[in-house]
């Protein structure tokens, strides 16, 4: 992590107003690919990590029994409620909590993350993909800021002072090693891709199906 989790709470305290406005296509198609995705079944919990104002958990909540979104920054998580409250939608909850300890100890059946776990380092991303194996989700969906080729800092997406994005290799290492088993990998850009992860005896058993 190249910034403490305090330092990026504040960042994204300051940005929490105007950050839906501030973001680019490659991110739209990110956040839609993760939703789309995600797909939850209607009575389907649905876990998001780095929710940040609620892209990914409003997108889901109309199709999921349930949502909960955590956040580190409190004034995301004020704009991510506030959208849920002006939606009328009353199936999501929003609170405190990490990656590493996501404050939440409840059924899980989808893990959904978009453009947050960047923000921790390669060690972290593995404790980070280790815990939410952990809930035994049918499947987590990662939408982040990933390289498939050679890292290019002068293009956007990253800022090599704040984030510590992944090699897409590093990430299916990961989720290997946690259990999962990658069955799609889509790209959106050199440098942002969305990976999806199912728990190892899911996927096979739909290929017993
Ligand atoms: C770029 S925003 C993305 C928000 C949202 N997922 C989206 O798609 O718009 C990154 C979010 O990750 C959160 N974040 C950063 N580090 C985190 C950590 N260690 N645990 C949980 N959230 C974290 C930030 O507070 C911020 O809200």
Redesign the pocket.
């Known amino acids: 992590?190249k910034k403490s989790?305090e330092d990026?709470?504040a960042?994204?305290?300051d940005k929490?107003g105007e950050?839906?406005e501030s973001?680019s296509d490659e991110?739209r198609a990110?956040?839609n690919a993760?939703v789309e995705y995600a797909a939850p079944e209607a009575d389907d919990v649905v876990l998001?990590?780095?929710?940040?104002?609620?892209?990914?958990?409003l997108g889901v909540a109309p199709d999921a029994a349930r949502v909960v979104g955590?956040?580190?920054?409190e004034g995301?998580?004020e704009e991510a409620a506030r959208k849920a409250n002006k939606r009328g939608l009353e199936n999501l909850t929003f609170g405190s909590?990490?990656?590493?300890e996501?404050n939440y100890d409840g059924p899980v059946d989808t893990v959904?993350?978009?453009?947050?776990?960047h923000?921790?380092s390669d060690a972290?991303k593995r404790e980070?993909i280790a815990v939410i194996a952990g809930f035994e989700p049918r499947k987590f969906i990662l939408?982040d800021v990933m390289f498939f080729g050679e890292p290019n800092p002068d293009v956007p997406f990253y800022s090599p002072d704040v984030d510590d994005p992944a090699t897409v290799g590093l990430l299916a290492d990961a989720f290997t090693d946690a259990g999962f088993s990658l069955t799609a990998v889509e790209r959106v850009h050199d440098q942002v891709g969305v990976l999806v992860a199912e728990r190892s005896h899911t996927a096979a058993q739909r290929g017993a199906e």
């Open positions: 992590m989790r990026h709470a960042r994204f305290d929490a950050y839906d973001q991110y990110c956040a993760v998001d990590l780095g929710t940040g104002t609620g892209a990914i958990a955590r956040d580190i920054s995301m998580l909590g990490t990656f590493r996501p959904t993350s978009n453009f947050a776990l923000h921790l972290e980070a939408g």
